[in-house]
């Protein structure tokens, strides 16, 4: 009788090792939430608006990784997706000021064009994917929407919503035109 209550506390026991090593996993690789919270403060964002999106993308981006599969698999290249529309909007406000342009049209075509770029990462990373191309494609579009979104909001909402248009016209041609990995 004892025999068996210590295998059973043995393999929970390596259950919960076995939850914790992957709940490690998802924090390390959550590493660019910070940085990409940190980035978008100092190109121009709000402290406030950054924040009440930064901390559901770290939480999001851990759960997801710790579930694994293709959601897993969709965070990093979410996050790396979301850098051109988290920076660029930042980057054409200064551009803009230094040459004394409308700084809402520039912060406009950059989310834009920021969310062009990304929406082509993501809708050519799920149509190579293979099996599980759209759960990986949903998980790696909010990731990316979600970090893009901390640089738009420079642009306020409109900017947001640019982003957005630009993501659904770089992803859905990808994903529609690519050939699938079998």
């Known amino acids: 009788m004892e025999r068996r209550e210590s295998a059973a506390s043995l393999v929970k026991r390596a259950r919960t090792v076995y ?45 997801l990784v710790w579930k694994g599969g293709a959601v897993g698999r969709g965070v990093a290249p979410g996050l790396a997706a979301g850098i051109a529309p988290l920076i660029l909007p930042g980057l054409a406000m200064d551009c803009a000021e230094a040459c004394s342009a409308s700084c809402e049209t520039w912060c406009s075509i950059s989310c834009f064009a920021g969310g062009l770029v990304a929406g082509g990462v993501v809708g050519f990373r799920a149509a190579r994917f293979g099996e599980g191309w759209w759960r990986f494609g949903i998980a790696a579009a909010a990731i990316a929407a979600t970090t893009g979104a901390m640089g738009c909001l420079i642009g306020g909402a409109i900017g947001v919503v640019g982003m957005l248009a630009g993501f659904a016209l770089g992803a859905v041609p990808l994903i529609a035109l690519v050939p699938r990995k079998i």
């Open 19 to 63: 939850e914790l090593a992957r709940l490690r996993r998802g924090i390390v690789h959550a590493w660019p939430v910070p940085v990409a919270a940190w980035l978008a403060m100092r190109l121009g964002a709000s402290e406030g608006h950054v924040m009440v999106l930064a901390v559901p993308l770290a939480v999001a981006a851990i759960a």
